[in-house]
Nanobody
Framework: QVRLVESGGGLVQAGGSLRLSCAVS????????MAWFRQAPGKEREFVVA???????NYADSVKGRFTISRDNAKNAVYLQMNSLKPEDTADYYC???????????????WGQGTQVTVSS
């Protein structure tokens, strides 16, 4: 069974940075498309970024230039570096894995429990 565990969330002031981590266990990490989604209170889950096994990335326009996804196949981990954070980035952030790229949550098969990010103004 595939398990994803996120960490690194917290409270940060606007303009600050956070780095989220996602540890993957239970399957071959290398072949997965890895992605991050986020969900703010009262809103639908929103695509943030995806990264294929070959390193091709796709960012939501709202985070382009501020967020960076990276993956370490040797450590079965994926990271999300978030810079220049804004209050509107406040949400629960979810790591997810699947076999194809997409911006819809149903594209992905496995999900972590989420980590909370709060950006104060």
């Amino acid at each position: 069974q595939v398990r994803l565990v996120e960490s690194g969330g917290g409270l940060v002031q606007a303009g600050g940075s956070l780095r989220l981590s996602c540890a993957v266990s239970g399957s071959t990490f290398r072949g997965y498309v890895m992605a991050w989604f986020r969900q703010a209170p009262g809103k639908e889950r929103e695509f943030v970024v995806a990264c294929t096994s070959g390193g091709t990335t796709n960012y939501a326009d709202s985070v382009k230039g501020r967020f960076t996804i990276s993956r370490d196949n040797a450590k079965n981990a994926v990271y999300l570096q978030m810079n220049s954070l804004k209050p509107e980035d406040t949400a629960d952030y979810y790591c997810t894995a699947g076999w194809t790229t997409g911006i819809r949550p149903e594209t992905y098969a496995y999900w972590g429990q989420g980590t909370q990010v709060t950006v104060s103004s």
